[in-house]
């Protein structure tokens, strides 16, 4: 496996193109196609589709039926096969083809000199502009299935002149042996449109790739429509979608061409062309991911059941079935699709903007609805000043509002311990009094120091011992005060945990933070919590002073502020222990929602954080975070993830009821993610390491096989260096959410400290 190849990593590289269109001239119309089949080849292309009749041109009426044009048909479908001989990609392109005594508006399929396919339209449009049933006829029951091609074919293979050469005259499938799930099929123009679409029966017969070469004259609104269709076609069927409208050299007559390209992957889109190009030539590119239109489809099961609901009428027995292989390069052509550094927050700042409003109300209605069930108990909620806890309590606050009850029914607190900053305390007692909610001031430190010295902890006798238990003990603390408050004041314990923590154990199971009545955030990542809240500080949710407290807070850098530290000594950072979120929260979306490989993690990874001025960033975005990350930064935080999600799963299968919020994924054990507290994440590894090993960059290398540990606990062998070293027993089911303070092992590792955290 060459870890850069876009082909290993599975995807394909596909392209739409629309050349000038020379009217009733084939032979010229060839010529320019196979020119810019070239450039694709070039390029790494291994599918090419122009657009309907392409060969022809659409707008030629009546001289469809003349002789002297489909005589000069058939000679450009085999020069155009001669110039396929030494190039990469399947080429669609589009063709009136006689058959006996009718005509057929047909996408014939070439490659490396052979007609693998023509595939004929089945529905034709007579109606408005329309008039193709005055040339063309649909595939019948007198229609042959098989064409001989020999007198269009130039395969470099001998073969006696008299011999036939057959290819499928219907609806057909092609299967790309060597690029494992592209599986191509072609509906053409009308066939989209109708309510039971023939690219629908094709997805459902095991075609991954739609092809729709389509003419199209455009009016306003048209290329809007198209993009409607596509999107949902590619939707429906978990399928990539290809789609390509005629454009310059029709003639304007009566009509007008536009030259529409389109690229969709699953509803995404991947790529469009530019309309209205002067020259009419276009070529767009994307890289499709098979292997996640196939996970897709295994996930939602109810895909592969449609097909057998239709029995007898099985799609699968109305494709012709064709095979080959392209034998793509595999080495590094790049990636040309847009891979998004925050899955879970869109760049559009439009999107972003009805996202944070969707995800906020989702959280605030969940919450209004279990206390409404349970008897409208008061709220008990401990506030840090960091930003679950922050944001935990203006859902709160909101769904007060809506349940027109006084926010004098939240009853916050704020449990400073050893390592509290003033700067995190004042923040939080800030914003409490900003929205006018009571918030008390309970110091743990006095209980924290008597249970170290009931248990006989080291700290207690004056050695500065910060370990697990020592953070834990604070953590639990803060908790255990919380529960015993709400017993006290008749109320519910609300959880402020994020998603990414759970993804990665960073919670003090039982008796820590992990716990509570009811947890608001357990579906918000920790990348999109901090769009929300300045999405709720600038859209007038409250007061400009709830707003101003807010936008502090969000300045603030996220600590569990459990360990002391000295002046002039930087504070415990979360970051620093369990990896920045921005790559965790990539893992996690790649790996709960897309099922992906480590590897292909690792991929995609690089592609997006690699280099901090490409691509797009999410709209107010602090442009001092706009970090990148090297390979092997990637790879050594990876590691860690998978490390922590397969071992801390005992914390999830225990989780407190809370919504789920992102499209994305949740782990809540009763609704998207069920996986044995006991499994082992050591195959995710191994998958990650091979392919990586000896790659430049990933700090990988072969001597590091044996960092491949099989403790169940998930830790980092201490006598690996590549890995992140955190110390024996880090992640055993006693232990909290964080790493125990173990030896240095080098320079990269991350110092294993900040077991638990506050309640955030």
Same mark, same amino acid.
């Not at 109305?318 to 699709?337: H, I, M, S, W």
């Not at 390592?419 to 800030?430: F, V």
């Not at 924290?448 to 011992?465: F, V």
């Not at 590792?749 to 955290?757: F, H, Q, R």
């Given at each position: ?121 089945? $529905? ?108 949902? +076609? ?6 990539? *979608?290809?789609? &390509? ?71 699968? &027995? ?37 996202? &944070?409003?969707?995800? *906020? ?29 922050? $944001? ?66 080291? *700290? ?20 255990? *005060? ?125 592609? +997006? ?97 044996? &960092? ?53």
């Amino acid at each position: 496996m060459n870890f850069h190849s876009l082909y290993d990593q599975g995807f394909a590289r596909l392209a739409v193109a629309t050349a000038p269109v020379h009217p009733a001239q084939p032979l010229h119309n060839a010529k320019e196609i196979a020119s810019i089949a070239k450039e694709a080849s070039e390029r790494g292309v291994t599918l090419l589709l122009f657009p309907e009749l392409s060969l022809s041109g659409y707008a030629i009426d009546d001289l469809f039926g003349q002789d002297v044009l489909l005589d000069e048909v058939e000679t450009a479908i085999h020069e155009l096969a001669l110039a396929s001989l030494d190039l990469l990609p399947i080429i669609v392109v589009g063709a009136p083809v006689r058959v006996n005594a009718a005509l057929y508006n047909c996408a014939v399929v070439i490659h490396r000199g052979r007609i693998l396919a023509l595939i004929p339209k089945r $529905h034709l449009p007579n109606y408005r502009e329309f008039y193709e049933k005055r040339h063309f006829v649909t595939p019948g029951a007198q229609t042959p299935s098989f064409l001989d091609v020999s007198k269009w074919s130039a395969s470099k293979e001998p073969r006696e002149d008299s011999s036939p050469e057959y290819a499928p005259f219907a609806s057909t499938l092609i299967e790309v042996e060597d690029v494992p799930g592209l599986v191509i099929a072609a509906e053409i123009c009308e066939d989209m449109w109708v309510p039971v679409s023939p690219g629908s029966l094709a997805a459902l017969a095991g075609a991954s790739v739609i092809c729709n070469p389509s003419a199209s004259p455009i009016t306003v609104g048209r290329a809007e429509d198209r993009r409607l269709f596509v999107r949902s +076609a590619s939707a429906r069927l978990n399928a990539a *979608y290809l789609y &390509c409208a005629a454009g310059e050299g029709e003639s304007t007559s009566d009509l007008a061409w536009d030259g529409q390209t389109m690229i969709y992957e699953c509803g995404e889109l991947l790529a469009e062309g530019e309309r209205f190009i002067p020259g009419g030539r276009t070529l767009t590119i994307a890289d499709v991911d098979l292997e996640r239109i196939l996970n897709e489809r295994r996930r939602q099961n109810s895909f592969t059941d449609n097909a057998h609901y239709l029995g007898d009428h099985s799609p699968a &027995c109305e494709f012709a079935r064709v095979r080959t292989r392209l034998n793509p390069a595999r080495t590094d052509l790049g990636l040309e699709r847009p891979v998004d550094r925050f899955p879970f927050v869109p760049d559009d700042p439009a999107r972003l903007a009805q996202d &944070c409003y969707e995800a *906020y109300s989702i959280q605030v209605s969940g919450l209004v609805q279990r206390l409404r069930a349970i008897g409208k108990p008061k709220i008990i909620i401990g506030v840090s000043g960091g930003l679950d806890s922050t $944001h935990a309590l203006i859902v709160a606050a909101r769904a007060m509002d809506l349940a027109s009850r006084p926010r004098t029914d939240i009853l916050a607190y704020t449990l400073p311990g050893f390592a509290t900053s003033e700067g995190t305390k004042s923040n939080a007692l800030a914003l409490c009094e900003s929205l006018g909610i009571p918030c008390e001031t309970i110091d743990i430190t006095p209980a924290a120091r008597q249970l170290l010295t009931d248990m006989g902890h080291p *700290y207690a006798e004056g050695t500065n011992i910060y370990d697990v238990t020592f953070e834990n003990v604070q953590a639990g603390l803060r908790t255990d *005060y919380l529960f015993r408050i709400a017993n006290h004041r008749g109320g519910i314990v609300l959880g402020t945990g994020d998603l990414s923590e759970l993804a990665l154990g960073w919670c003090t199971y039982g008796v820590g933070d992990q716990m509570s009545h009811y947890a608001v955030n357990t579906g918000v990542p920790k990348t999109m919590i901090q769009h929300l809240i300045r999405w709720v500080a600038t859209s007038g949710q409250f007061s400009d002073a709830t707003g101003e407290v807010l936008l502090s807070i969000l300045a603030t850098e996220i600590s569990p502020e459990l360990i002391p530290t000295k002046p002039g000594e930087k504070i415990q950072s979360t970051q620093d222990t369990i990896g920045p979120y921005n790559l965790q929260d990539f893992t996690l979306f790649h790996l709960l929602r897309r099922g992906a490989r480590p590897s292909k993690i690792a991929f995609l990874a690089e592609k +997006a954080w690699a280099d901090a001025s490409v691509g797009e960033w999410p709209a107010g975005f602090p442009e001092a975070e706009r970090v990148s990350y090297s390979l092997e930064e990637i790879v050594k935080w990876e590691r860690l993830f998978l490390r922590r999600f397969f071992s801390q799963q005992f914390k999830r299968s225990a989780l407190p009821n809370g919504p789920k919020v992102m499209a994305g994924g949740s782990l809540s054990p009763r609704g998207d993610w069920r996986m044995p507290s006991d499994a082992s994440g050591e195959a995710w590894i191994r998958e990650l390491e091979s392919a990586v090993r000896d790659v430049p960059g990933s700090g990988i290398a072969s001597v590091d096989e044996s &960092c491949i540990d099989s403790d169940p606990s998930g830790a980092d062998s201490p006598t690996c260096s590549s890995g992140v070293g955190v110390g024996p027993g880090a992640d055993s089911p006693a232990c909290s959410s964080g790493a125990v303070v173990g030896p240095r092992i080098s320079s990269d590792d991350v110092l294993g400290a900040g077991a638990a955290k506050e309640n955030r």
